[in-house]
């Protein structure tokens, strides 16, 4: 059973920074990881994502202010959000991908799995 346990949210104020961690267990699928976050009103929508070797891509809405990691196990993983802004005020939650069989020795890889969400509050 795959979990995703996220940390590290709270309130912050504009122009700092935040850092939040992801514990992840029973997670075997070699696929990507990353963090998605949802604001009040709006879609979920992907912040970025590591894929397990380690490569990384950004939502472009925050590229240049956020650095997604991992540890060498993929235990632990990070998101660091650096000049805050109040448009940076959402639910964040860990998710991995699922890696699913596909005709002829093909696999796709999907969003499955998600934590709990932890807040971010930036203010002025």
């Known amino acids: 059973q795959v979990q995703l346990v996220e940390s590290g949210g709270g309130p912050v104020q504009t122009g700092g920074s935040l850092k939040l961690s992801c514990s992840v267990s029973?997670?075997?699928?070699?696929?990507?990881m990353g963090w998605h976050r949802q604001a009040p009103g709006k879609d979920r929508e992907l912040v970025g994502s590591i894929s397990s070797a380690g490569l990384t891509t950004y939502a472009d809405s925050v590229k240049g202010r956020v650095t997604i990691s991992q540890d060498n196990d993929r235990n632990t993983i990070y998101l660091q959000i650096d000049s805050l802004t109040t448009e940076d005020t959402a639910v964040y939650y860990c998710?991995?991908?699922?890696?699913?069989?596909?005709?002829?020795?093909?696999?796709?890889?999907?969003?499955?799995?998600w934590g709990q969400g932890t807040q971010v509050t930036v203010s002025s």
């Open positions: 029973g997670y075997k699928d070699n696929c990507g």
């Open positions: 998710a991995a991908e699922r890696r699913e069989a596909q005709r002829y020795g093909l696999s796709v890889c999907y969003w499955e799995y």
